[in-house]
Each structure stands twice: as structure tokens, then as C-alpha cells.
């Protein structure tokens, strides 16, 4: 082949924009100190599950299944035939049920996209090295923690728009440990690499015309690229997010990665080109994919089909009982509420949980303590779009959802900060994460650290969440665009709070507002255990500010003249935290004689001991109960402090007094919602366009993480090393960046511990209002067409509807 064309070579505008095409197929995932669960298959939304499974069976032979084993030992267990049967006849099968069992225990070798790495190894007469695909994921995985840890050693200008292709350059054109992995020298290939990717485009123009002539196959080769390093993808599509969010357009850090891909496949194609008896079958077999990648597509999610059958009976065994008891409740509540008067008595207490599934038990044990306690789920950033400021510092934090960007910065108003003390020390302990650390001083810090170490094994101290270390009841500050917020505005906010929340009216003397977060020592991934809704960090945050608001008589004031919201004058609110590994009920502020106080604690025993049914080895006696959650909280070995949100399975959006009755076993985010207060269905159009879209994000991250956890988990946490302070984690010291849930989050060494069911969305409310919201939102209409989650219509005689893109169609239970 020829070498390197002009740096001034002309952009292929096609291949650009199919290289940001498959850029824009990566789903982002966010890093260790804000980890949010997110769904991998984001982008795809728009095309319909069965043939995203299929895409990615082909291009990163990655199963987005259950195994056909695994699907029979759940045949007559968990499925009935009854399940199976409703699923056949949904798919309009011809298949009867002994069929259906057949399929599965017919073994089917699927097809695989195979990239030019990869047949380059086949063909290779060389089994002593490395293969060239471990080679390529182990030098860009190397590099790429490298610069993104320590970005200041690479002299390319910072400004340029492919600083990090350009890096990537400087690096390989000089590492000589690439002879000795692959026993031939690539060096001199590399440095006719284009240091201009337009220049490299148009290199790979002549080459992919050979075999990949079609836009079709092209895009398929690009994104079977960033498959085979998907982890480093996902941050740097985070990158992306991030810049979207701000207002930039485009895919350029996962551009840039794609860069570095393309890089390494046109040095081993030249490197291919000197060996004439490998080359001519490897562009045999390169074009002869390409050419069939359609119709090998099409027969991959043919065979398929029968575990996505067996998937859906496993569905539809979930979603059953569900329904049939919120059918059943609706039902029974209809009478009630006809023989009511009207006119509801003011409860004692009102309670505001985050609409996480481990909110769900939580609300039972505390309503059974007074029969006038109400309670209430809202999704846990109480609708604050925030970003959190420490004192003395201009780094800030989000504490909303990632689909957002914060608008507002708030800080805690303080006095001057006194001298700290142990300067000396932070600075001897930060040493041990420079990159100039010496040996030395590794080797004089052992004994230290094994002192460290002594302490956490036997004497193991109360953990404290390290981001909010700085929180106290200081007053807070709200800026927004450089200034701090006006009265007006803060009214504005809490109005549009209290109106989503359901409390307008018939506010209780005492509100409290539960955020959430998760205690545990030496755990990476403890961010992924807090409030999705803050951004992967605890509701602290946002509780104590809405508190501060709505206890500001001036905010009253301006509510009741601007809003007409009159908040009662004894009415107080409280931050609290609901903290999921102990389950405690904390109450900043709280004053100190009172009986509420009594039920909270009540509530708490409840929970514990509904919950420790999920522990083997917890105590039998209710007494012992807390120790046994703080120990687990405390233990720096512990794999599993808590379960999270594992088994999650569907999003109930209905008043509470429907659920009220019911054990939805911790497996229902439950999202208040009555209808009848919603005129014209600006808040369900605020549900279903937001926290559903975060349901479906939490519930299919679990899902990818046990059909696919060696794509979609993080592995072994025995195993990780964390990458760049917070990037992300190895399993072992190298590979790719592993991203999602550890193994040890949904097993428990036996068996699993999340059902790996896609969400079933549940929503008391008219079709028709549904229905055109649905026709407005895309994003909500991608996700319930083409089978992302299944939506379901409660109407107000119990009667149940399934959405299905040809509309409605009722639910026979």
C-alpha cells in the first residue's frame, strides 16, 4: 500500500460522519465519584431490543441474553406454562410449548463480526506472542489511564482538537516494548501514521473501498472497534456527555479514541500487505463479512428468537402478580373512596422518600406506626437541579440526575476557616499518588500502612460518607449566573416542589424530606450505592437546602402572594437521611424531645428485620439486628455491604393509598401521583420523561450486568485496581476499563440476586393522556415501542392496558 498522502488531503465528509456515527453508539459511563447506573444500550434505543441484541452478538460478541441453560432451569420453576404460552401467543408464535423447550436445547454456534486484529492472529505462524487484539486493548488501555492521570506530560498543544489522537502518536512512535511483545518492528509503520485524522481518513478511504464499500458495513466496522475496547469508550463518551451538557455538540473524545483504533488497524494492514499468503485470504474474509454483515445480521437475531421467547415468559412470570395485585387493590379502593367524605384529615407526620426500590419497605415499617403518618415518593433530588460547592474550594459536584446539567451552585455560608493542623501529613499521604513517588518512600511507608491496616481489621470506625465530610447546619447560599437567588426565585422553586410533590395543601406540623445514601468502607464503587438521582452521591445535599427554603418565612411569604401556597405556621421541615446499609432514619436539626422521633426508630427495627432475610448470616434476634447492618457498613473486607437496588424489577406511578397495602417485596420504585391533581398532565409528562427514563437507566445496568457481566460488570471487586484516582477500575492490573456492577453485587456466591427482568412501568392515569405523551417525547416513545421496558395503564376500575405500538390492548389476568 501507498504511504502517508498529504497532510492537506481533503476531509471525506461520508467517513467523518460515519466515524461520528459509531462515536455516538457508546453510551457514556460516569466516573467512580459519581457513579450513576446507567442503561449500555442508550444510543440504541431507537432500534427495537431484539435487534440490538442481535447487533451486539455480531459486533462485540456480546450475549444480551440469559444462556439456553439457563432459561430450562428456570422452565417450571419460575416460568409455567402458562407464562410461556402468554408469550408465544404475544409474539404471534407457531411454536407450541414442547417446541419452544426444544429450541433451547438445540445449541446454536452465533455468528461474530471478526476485525482485521483479530484474523491477522489467526493467520499468524507465530504462537509465541501476544495476539494482536490483547496487544492493541493492553497498549491503548495503558495509555489511555496515562494520560487521563497525568495529562500535563504530553507536550502537544492542549488546544488542539485531537490532542489526545496526537498524544497517542508521540507515545507509540517510541515505545520499543511493542518489538518484544509481537517480535517485529512496527515503529517505522507508525511514523507514517498522519498526525492529521483528516489525513487519515483519507488514507482509509482507498483501503476500506477494497473490501467495506457500503455505508452499512463501514458503520458496523467502526463501532466493532470501539466494542472491543468499550470500557475507555464509555469515558470517553462521559467526556462527551459532559460538554453536551454545557451546550457543545458532537462525539469528539470517542472520535478521538476511534482515531487510535483506525491507527493501529492501518499499521497492521500495511504490516499484513509484506506478507502476500496472509493478506490475500485476510481481505478475502474481510470482504466477505462486509458483504454479508446484513444478512448475517438478520440470522443472528433469528437465532435468537427462542431465548428472546423464554425471556419474555420470564417477564411476564414477574409481572403477573404485580399486576394482579394492583388490580386487585384499585379494586378494593374504589368503594373506599366513594364512602369517603371529601375531606382529608391532616396527618400527623409527612415523610418524602426517594422513589428508590429501597425506599419501598422503608415507607411500610414508618406508616405502621400511626395511622395519620403519610409518606410519600419523589424522586431523591427533590427536584433541585444543584451542584454542590465545598467551602474554600471552586470544584463543584452535581447533585441531580446526569440527564441534566446543574443551574444552580449552592454553598454553605461559613466563618473564617480555622488553621488545619495536619497538613503535614495529608501532604505525606497525597505523595504515595504522584507519579514522582520513589521506591523509597514506598518501602518506609509499610509499616504505616500495615498500622492502617490493624486498625480497620479490629477496631473498625464508624465510616462517614469522605464527599460530604465538609456538611454541618450551616446556612446555605443559592447562585445562580453569579447571583445569589432572590426570594422571588427561591418561592418560584419551592412552588414547583411542593406542586410535584403533592403539597399544596394539608401539610402536616412536621415534614421530613429523606434523601439517601449508602455506607461502606474500602469500596470503589460506593458512588454507585448512593441516590442516582444526586448525580451518584447522597441526598444530604439537596434535603438540608429545600429544608432551609421552605422553613424561610420570606419564601412563605412570597409563596402564599405569588403561589397561593400557604405553608401553616407550625408546619417545620427537617433534612433527614435514609442510610441503606443500616437502615437508620437520621433528622438534622432535629429537636430533641418529640414523639416522632419513636417512630422512627421503630421503623428502622421493622426494615432491619425485613431485610435480613436477604443474609444468610445474620442474627435470629431482632436485637441484634443493627450491629450485625453497622458491622457490615464498617468492614473494609466486606464484598457485599448492601444488596443496592438489585432486583428491581418495575415503576408504579399512582397515588399511595393504591400501594399502601401491599409487600412489594423492595422490587418497586413507587413514584407518588394522583392523576385527578394533574389538569393537564404537566406532571406525568415530567415523570414519564424523567425519572422513568432513570428507572429504565437502574434497571437495565443490573440487567446488562448479569446477562453480559463480562462486558457490561466490572468483574471480580477482589480483583480491582482503580484507575486515575477515580476514572474507573482494572480487574487485575491491566485490560480494559471495566465499567457496571461487580459480580459480587447481583450473586451471592450461590445464586443470583437480581432477576434479570426488563422494568414494567405501571401508571394510574388516563390512555389518552399517556398516549400523547408518548406522541411528544421520542426518547419515551424509542424506549416503549421498541420494547425497553413495558408500559402498562391502570384505570380507576382496576381495569389494566398494555402499550403496544399499535396502540392499546387490554390485559387478561
Known amino acids: 500500500m501507498s504511504a502517508v498522502l498529504s497532510t492537506s488531503a481533503p476531509v471525506n465528509h461520508s467517513l ?132 487521563h492521570q497525568y495529562p500535563e506530560r504530553f507536550a502537544v498543544a492542549t488546544d488542539s482538537p485531537d490532542h489526545l489522537y496526537q498524544s497517542w502518536l508521540s507515545v507509540v512512535r517510541q515505545d520499543k516494548g511493542l518489538r518484544v511483545l509481537t517480535g517485529t518492528n512496527l515503529l517505522p509503520l507508525f511514523d507514517t501514521l498522519p498526525d492529521c485524522k483528516n489525513t487519515l481518513l483519507a488514507e482509509l478511504e482507498n483501503w476500506l473501498t477494497q473490501w467495506c464499500p457500503s455505508e452499512q458495513s463501514r458503520l458496523a466496522y467502526f463501532e466493532a472497534l470501539l466494542q472491543s475496547i468499550s470500557g ?89 402478580p404485580l399486576l394482579r395485585q394492583l388490580q386487585q387493590a384499585q379494586q378494593q379502593l374504589q368503594p373506599e373512596l366513594s364512602k369517603s367524605s371529601g375531606t382529608a384529615s391532616t396527618p400527623v ?35 433541585l437541579p444543584l451542584a454542590y460547592q465545598a467551602p474554600d474550594s471552586t470544584l463543584t459536584r452535581p447533585q441531580l440526575p446526569g440527564l441534566f446539567a446543574p443551574a444552580i451552585t449552592v454553598t454553605q455560608i461559613r ?54 465530610k465538609h456538611l454541618d447546619d450551616s446556612p446555605w447560599q443559592l447562585i445562580k449566573q453569579n447571583q445569589a437567588l432572590s426570594i422571588e426565585e427561591q418561592a418560584e422553586l419551592c412552588a414547583a416542589i411542593l406542586s410535584a410533590m403533592g403539597l399544596k395543601l394539608n401539610l402536616a406540623p412536621t415534614v421530613l424530606l429523606f434523601g439517601h445514601g449508602s455506607q461502606s468502607c474500602n469500596n470503589p464503587h460506593a458512588a454507585a450505592l448512593d441516590c442516582g438521582a444526586c448525580g451518584g452521591q447522597t441526598g444530604e445535599v439537596n434535603v438540608k437546602v429545600l429544608a432551609q427554603l421552605l422553613n424561610d418565612s420570606q419564601v412563605r411569604t412570597a409563596l402564599a402572594q405569588h403561589h397561593n401556597i400557604v405553608i401553616p405556621a407550625e408546619t417545620r421541615f427537617y433534612g433527614a437521611m435514609h442510610h441503606t446499609t443500616t ?7 432535629a429537636p430533641e424531645q418529640t414523639e416522632w422521633l419513636s417512630w422512627l426508630d421503630a421503623a428502622s427495627k421493622q426494615a432491619r428485620t425485613q431485610r435480613a432475610t436477604q443474609f444468610s448470616d445474620a442474627p435470629q434476634q431482632a436485637s441484634g439486628l443493627a450491629a450485625f447492618f453497622a458491622n457490615r457498613s464498617r468492614d473494609w473486607a466486606q464484598l457485599r455491604p448492601e444488596w443496592g437496588l438489585a432486583n428491581n424489577a418495575a415503576f408504579v406511578v399512582a397515588p399511595r393509598e393504591l400501594t399502601q397495602t401491599l409487600d412489594l417485596q423492595g422490587r418497586c420504585f413507587l413514584h407518588d401521583y394522583n392523576a385527578d391533581n394533574d389538569t393537564d398532565f404537566a406532571l406525568l409528562n415530567t415523570i ?36 486515575g484516582g477515580h476514572i474507573g477500575v482494572f480487574e487485575g492490573n491491566g485490560g480494559d476499563l471495566r465499567n457496571g456492577l461487580s459480580w459480587q453485587s447481583v450473586h451471592d456466591g450461590q445464586k443470583l440476586r437480581h432477576q434479570p427482568v426488563r422494568l414494567s412501568v405501571i401508571i394510574a392515569a388516563p390512555a389518552r ?24 395503564q391502570l384505570d380507576a376500575n382496576g381495569q389494566l392496558q398494555q402499550w403496544q405500538p399499535q396502540g392499546w390492548q387490554q390485559v387478561k389476568l
Open 349 to 383: 407526620l409527612q415523610a418524602a422518600f426517594c422513589i428508590d426500590v429501597r425506599s419501598e419497605p422503608m415507607r411500610r415499617a414508618l406508616e405502621k406506626q400511626h395511622p395519620a403518618i403519610q409518606t410519600l415518593g419523589f424522586a431523591g433530588f427533590f427536584g
Open 16 to 147: 467523518a460522519l460515519l466515524v461520528a456515527n459509531a462515536a455516538s453508539q457508546i453510551a457514556p459511563v460516569w466516573p467512580l465519584d459519581q457513579a450513576i447506573a446507567v442503561n449500555p444500550w442508550w444510543p440504541k434505543r431507537a432500534n427495537a431490543f431484539a435487534s440490538v441484541c442481535a447487533e451486539q452478538q455480531l459486533l462485540a460478541g456480546t450475549d444480551c441474553l440469559m444462556s439456553a441453560n439457563w432459561y430450562l432451569s428456570q422452565w417450571q420453576q419460575q416460568i409455567s406454562a402458562i407464562h410461556l404460552q402468554q408469550a408465544l401467543d404475544e409474539s404471534h408464535s407457531s411454536l407450541s410449548q414442547d417446541e419452544a423447550v426444544a429450541a433451547l436445547r438445540h445449541q446454536h454456534t452465533l455468528p461474530r463480526w471478526k476485525r482485521l486484529c483479530e484474523l491477522l492472529t489467526e493467520h499468524s505462524q507465530d504462537n509465541d506472542t501476544l495476539p494482536w487484539q490483547q496487544l492493541i486493548l493492553q497498549q491503548l488501555s495503558q495509555f489511555l489511564a496515562l494520560y
Open 769 to 792: 393522556a399517556i398516549s400523547d405523551i408518548i406522541a411528544k417525547a421520542p426518547d419515551v416513545a424509542a424506549l416503549v415501542n421498541n420494547q425497553w421496558l413495558w408500559l402498562f
Open 415 to 468: 466563618p473564617e476557616p480555622a488553621t488545619l493542623t495536619r497538613q503535614p501529613l495529608l501532604g505525606w499521604k497525597q505523595s504515595f499518588d504522584t507519579a514522582s513517588s520513589s521506591l523509597g518512600m514506598v518501602e518506609a511507608a509499610g509499616p504505616v500502612k500495615l498500622i492502617s491496616l490493624i486498625k480497620k481489621a479490629f477496631f473498625r470506625p464508624a465510616p462517614h460518607h469522605a464527599l460530604n
Open 232 to 320: 475507555w469508550a464509555g469515558w470517553q463518551s462521559w467526556l462527551d456527555w459532559q460538554k453536551q451538557l454545557q451546550g457543545e455538540h458532537g462525539h469528539k473524545a470517542v472520535c478521538q479514541l476511534l482515531y487510535m483504533l483506525l491507527g493501529w488497524d492501518w499499521v497492521l494492514w500495511q504490516f499484513s500487505c509484506r506478507q502476500p499468503n496472509v493478506v490475500k485470504p485476510i481481505l478475502a474474509e474481510l470482504q466477505q463479512q462486509a458483504e454479508q454483515y446484513h444478512a448475517m445480521q438478520q440470522h443472528t437475531k433469528q437465532l435468537l428468537s427462542a431465548r428472546q421467547l423464554w425471556q419474555r415468559a420470564l417477564e411476564i412470570s414477574v409481572q403477573t
Open 688 to 723: 414519564m420523561t424523567a425519572p422513568m427514563v432513570v428507572t429504565n437507566w437502574i434497571n437495565l445496568q443490573y440487567y446488562a450486568s448479569v446477562v453480559a457481566p463480562e462486558k457490561y460488570g466490572s468483574g471480580n471487586k477482589l480483583l480491582h485496581n482503580v484507575v
Open 583 to 589: 437502615d437508620a432514619l437520621q433528622v438534622f436539626q
